[in-house]
């Protein structure tokens, strides 16, 4: 018979985190989203969208073999941890780099394109 006492109590915690940290990304990326494709013009929408498509594919395998071998070191969730925050920091750069961004229009990046 199954018993509750074989989740540990740090479970719950986790599946905390992972909702709180799903929840963010989905209402950071669909206005990033929906303000490239606004600005982006229809002629290099599919090209940018291919480049974007490409980069996330292949950067899985990557990750799974980075993941892989420190985890032969270091326990996973150590790994994850870690990644979170070096992910963290990179992101507050990016931060300010995308904070420009959303003030383009598509005019502006037509103007700068022919320019």
């Given amino acids: 018979m199954l018993s509750y006492n ?5 479970t719950y915690i986790d599946i905390g985190i992972v909702t709180i940290l799903g929840l963010f990304s989905a209402f950071t990326n669909i206005p990033l989203t929906s303000k490239l494709i606004k ?4 002629e ?3 090209r940018v969208n291919s ?5 996330l594919a292949s950067s899985s395998p990557i990750m799974a073999l980075i993941y892989g ?9 150590n790994v994850i ?3 979170s925050i070096l992910m963290f920091l990179l ?5 300010y780099f995308l904070k420009d961004i959303f003030s383009y229009e598509e005019n502006d990046i ?5 320019h």
């Fill in 91 to 95: 992101s507050l750069p990016t931060y």
């Fill in 39 to 42: 600005i982006i013009s229809n």
């Fill in 51 to 55: 480049l974007a498509t490409i980069f």
């Fill in 6 to 10: 074989i989740v540990k109590q740090g």
């Fill in 44 to 46: 290099i929408l599919g």
């Fill in 110 to 114: 037509r103007f700068k394109m022919d």
């Fill in 69 to 77: 071998f420190l985890a032969k070191f270091f326990p996973l969730t």
């Fill in 81 to 83: 941890f870690m990644n």
